[in-house]
Structures are given as structure tokens and as C-alpha cells.
């Protein structure tokens, strides 16, 4: 409340958010990011309007019935407006793995609801605005000169189901080389499993 | 209805046609090949864009599953005497879930819409081992949209069904054969016997045991090869789904021709019976020779057309572009006994098919128009009136409006 540290709010309704944004008013601190999200294009003129970024899901809809409105293009919408802030999240597992892939479906159904969204915008989504709503974007999130060494090289275009990451750097240190499975980090856990071994 | 100057991927020995003509006539696909005419037939101008076969939606909760965490909307399991474990416990094969179908959910226009035609409609036992009656479904609208021949006896067994029934896999096939030896004929039942299925129950699992397909959910190797010992023994013609392990016993299935539904996207071991689980388990199962197919598990129902995705990561770590293909449209098709012709373009094949914006495999790609026995079904959804209404101001339409 002090605005030390950034207010992350999980919410999937759009009546919800905007109660939360009134709470925020009421009390005098600032939502950073709605988490999941999966109704925010139904206020994105609001949540742009106040600098609150959407971190939502490309396409996870109708597990529950807070998230049975859920739609491709909730990402797109929700970046549409000027200082429109849209974010891929996963909680997931699965989807984390790929972020890339996640952006490119929601950029694709965005451009097809007639949105223009080049690529070097939706991929924002993955970086920039992540770093924005985590209160780090002085540091990461973009690739320029002061910023931290944390980078991928892609062996395509990683808007595409067929991308995989070559090389990801973490403060300028090698962290994955996908042609070097020995620079690759391997848990404790698969240790002489069975099946492990690669 | 003449689909025009498409590229066919036939998932025929003929593999992909370039610009090439599709013509359906009586819901079938009577010919293909180019300059086709047919005089006053609704023409569908291709222009290049990849025509496949409808896409399988894996093992499904479609139509039975609105909302899988609102249980008003959930029919997926039959948990009736005295819920899913304990004393008087009785396990219910006969439990079909195909009564339970709605054809009006609005997860199915979802899913067809994004070129889902077919899908696996399954019970899901809740821990009860014995999770009932399934079968494929035609998303066409219909009310019983179902395959007879496709009909398939679920059972859940590993780590997933150990907690309710006898909390050990022993004990589950334990129960297994003690439900196959009622259920055999030339084994009467003695009065005090103690019986485990209802006279209905013994009556409905002794059809799959004459030579029909039971689908085991099973992740572990040494439990696929049970489970296929199991089928051995008595006649039953196995699917292994989930099989995040199978890929170590790929030797065997293939020997057995036991195809595998697995979920592509799977690299991590949620379970311990899912130790090793790779993102390379489709390439490696197909390079040995399984019917590999794919579901999508981890994410329930409504995103059955997440299937696609996989299919493309799947290709990313190995598996051919054509067997991924495949393994969404001919391979189900084959195994569910949808018909020589069904999950490929041929002539004879149903009509199920769909035009894509570009690779079907790709996740920047959608389906633009699907059609069904030749119909052509509706691109708009319960997504799509969202869509609409809440559409930035300032965009009447997108770009690619599809074809009314």
C-alpha cells in the first residue's frame, strides 16, 4: 500500500477488477497487473486508462465458470488501447514452456479481429511488459545497452509452433545450449531415474 | 459442393495435391483431382489454402463437460451405491456417458470451430478403476452423433486410480480379472459368491472381452506391459492413453500394434509413473512403428483443440510433419473403426474437412471453414459473440471474415 512493492491481484472478472481498481482508489495504491484476467477485454479502455497491465492466457477458457467468457483475443484487446499492457501468463506447468507459442496465438486471433499487431509488438507480451508490471524494467525486458545480458537465440521465428530456444543467456552466462545437452541444467530429481538418461 | 484449387493433404498414399479440386456429393467426397466441374454446385474457391480432413479432439469430455469445476455441468462419472471406494463399492462398465451428450454445449462450437469434427467422448473414472462406456462422436449437432464400432471400455489404472480402489495396482487387476471371470461365460456364479459387477455390468464388460476395445489410462512402462499381458489373455484389443512412459516399452506396442494416446506437449513427470516423460515420445513411438494419436489432458475439456498445438510440437521435437498429421485424423480413425475411408480425403471418405488459413499444424493458422458430411458448419461461437461484442472501437470487421 506504501507502493513498495508492486500489487499483483488474480482476478478473472471484469466486474471484479473493477471493484478491485475502486479499492485501490479508495485506499490510495496501484494495481501493477491483473493475473488470469480472463474477462479484462471486457474493460481494457479502463485498465489502460489506469496503467494496469493484463497478464492473461491466449487461450484457457471454461474451467470454471469465472472463466467461462474467456476468449483468443482477450490478450490483443486488452494491448489495443494506447497504454494498453498485455502480459502471457501461465501458471501452468505446461504453458510456461511456451510463452513464445502462447504470444503467437493471441497475436494471430488479434490480427484477425483487425487489429494490427506486428510481431515486434506482441513481443512485448513475453518481455517488456512482463518486466513493467514486475517493477523491473530498468533492467530487463528489452534488449539495449545498460540493460541485463538475458537473452534467446531462436533457431526461427519464434511465433511459430516449430521454434525452439538455440541459446538462452542469463546475465550474459550461457544457461542452455540446446546442441549441448551437458550446458543444460538437469534436476536433482531425474538422477539415475529410469528414462532419464539423455 | 466443389471445394477449388486447395492443397489436399489426403493422408493417402497420394500424400499432398496441389492445387487441386474436392467434390462432395450425398455428405461423401466423390472425387479429387483438377478441373474437376460440377455444374451447380456450390463452389468454395480455395485459392492454395490447405484443405485436410476434420481433426480428432483426443479423449474428450466434450458434450458432457461444460464447465469441468461446476458439477451441475459435469457428467464424466457414474459414482452411484456407495461412492467411489469402500465397502459395497460396485464398479459400473455398464455406465455409458454417450446418454449424458450435449450436442448444444457451447464447448463443442467452440472446438469445431477451430476444425475439431471428431472426438473421443469418454467417461472418466474418478479413482474407480472401471470408468465406463465412451465413444467418437461426429460434432455435427446431432443428438446421437456417435460410431457404433467405435464403442470403447475406459479403465483407469496406475497412480490415478490407486487411491480409491485397494490403494495398489495389484489390487487393481485383482479387480480386473475378478470382473472378467464374472463376466466370461462358462464361469457360472455360485449362490454366496461374492460379486464385484451387476448382472447388467457382467453382461456389458463380457462384450468387450470378445475380442473389443477397452482404452487403459497408464503412464508407467512396466504397467502398459500388464496392461497389455492383461488383453492378451483375454482377447481384448487394448488403447494405451496417456503412455507418458510408452515410448520405453515402443518395442512392444509395435509388435502388438497397441496404438498410444498420448499428450504431446507432456515433458514433465507430474507423477512418478511419468519419470522420463519427454516431449519425444510421439517421434520415438511412430519411428518404432505405434499408432501414435494425440490428447490434451492437462488442460480439461474446452481446449480439446489444443491437440493442434501439439501435433506441431510434436514435429518440432522429431515426429514427421505427415505422421503428425496423421495422427489427428487417419490413425483415430482407424483404431475407433470409423471406416476405411474416414480421416482422409478420398473418394468415399465423409465429408468432415477443413480449410485452414496456412499450416494446419501452426498456431498462427485457424480454420476457416469447416465442414461436416459435406455441411458446412457455423465459424461463430460463444467466443465469437464475445468477440464481436467487445470488439475495440473503430474495427467493424477482421480482415479475414470467413466465407458465410
Known sequence: MQGKVQVQVDCYRADEMAVMLDLAKEFGFKVAAFHHGVEAYKIADRLAQEGVCGALWADWWGFKLEAYDGIWENLAYVDAPKDGCAIVHSDSDEGIQRLNQEAAKAMSRGQRAGLDIPPERAIRWVTSNAAKALGIAGRVGTLEPGKMADVVVWNRDPFSVYALPDLVYIDGALAFDRNHPRATPRSDFLLGQPGAAR | ?404
Open chain 2, 1 to 404: 459442393m466443389l471445394i477449388r484449387n486447395a492443397r489436399v493433404h489426403t493422408l493417402t498414399t497420394q500424400g499432398t495435391l496441389e492445387r487441386t479440386d474436392v467434390l462432395v456429393r450425398g455428405g461423401r467426397v466423390v472425387e479429387v483431382g483438377s478441373n474437376l466441374a460440377a455444374p451447380g454446385a456450390q463452389v468454395t474457391e480455395a485459392n492454395g489454402r490447405p484443405l485436410t480432413p476434420g481433426l480428432f479432439g483426443g479423449i474428450s469430455g466434450l458434450g458432457i463437460s461444460e464447465i469441468e469445476l461446476e458439477s451441475s455441468t459435469v457428467d464424466r462419472a457414474a459414482l452411484v451405491d456407495s461412492g467411489a471406494s469402500g465397502p459395497g463399492f460396485v464398479p459400473r462398465p455398464e455406465f455409458d456417458v454417450t446418454q449424458a451428450f450435449n450436442p448444444d454445449s457451447a464447448a463443442i462450437g467452440v472446438n469445431r470451430a477451430e476444425g475439431i469434427t471428431f472426438a473421443m467422448i469418454a467417461p472418466n473414472a474418478s479413482g474407480t478403476l472401471f470408468a465406463g462406456q465412451g465413444a467418437v462422436a461426429r460434432l455435427d449437432g446431432s443428438s446421437n452423433p456417435f460410431v457404433a464400432a467405435s464403442r470403447t471400455q475406459f479403465l483407469d489404472m496406475g497412480t490415478s486410480a490407486t487411491d480409491g480402489v485397494g490403494f495398489s495396482r495389484g489390487a487393481q487387476f485383482m479387480l480386473l480379472e475378478q470382473a472378467t471371470r464374472e463376466a466370461l461365460p462358462g464361469k457360472p456364479l455360485q449362490a454366496g459368491d461374492v460379486r464385484l459387477l451387476t448382472p447388467t455390468g457382467r453382461e456389458v464388460f463380457a462384450r468387450y472381452l470378445a475380442g473389443g476395445r477397452m482404452a487403459f489410462a497408464v503412464d508407467r512402462a512396466v504397467d502398459i506391459r500388464q496392461v497389455l499381458e492383461f488383453a492378451a489373455r483375454h482377447g481384448v484389443k487394448p488403447v494405451i492413453v496417456g503412455g507418458a512412459q510408452a515410448s520405453q516399452v515402443a518395442t512392444l506396442l509395435a509388435r502388438s500394434k497397441v496404438p498410444v494416446v498420448l499428450e504431446p506437449l507432456l515433458a514433465l513427470p507430474g507423477t512418478f509413473d511419468q519419470l522420463g516423460a519427454s516431449m519425444e515420445n510421439a517421434a520415438q513411438l511412430q519411428r518404432a512403428g505405434v499408432p501414435v494419436m494425440f490428447t490434451h489432458l492437462s488442460a480439461g475439456t474446452n481446449q480439446a483443440h489444443k491437440v493442434r498445438q501439439g501435433a506441431g510440437v510434436a514435429v518440432a521435437h522429431g515426429l514427421p510433419w505427415d505422421a503428425a498429421l496423421a495422427a489427428l485424423t487417419s490413425t483415430p480413425a482407424d483404431v475407433f473403426g470409423l471406416g476405411a475411408e474416414a480421416g482422409r480425403i478420398m473418394p468415399g471418405s465423409p465429408a468432415d474437412l477443413v480449410l485452414w488459413s496456412g499450416d494446419p499444424l501452426e498456431v498462427t493458422s485457424v480454420a476457416e471453414q469447416v465442414w461436416i458430411g459435406g455441411k458446412s458448419q457455423s465459424m461463430r461461437s460463444r467466443q465469437t459473440e464475445l468477440r464481436d461484442r467487445y470488439r475495440p472501437t473503430g474495427l467493424t470487421s477482421g480482415p479475414a471474415a470467413p466465407t458465410p
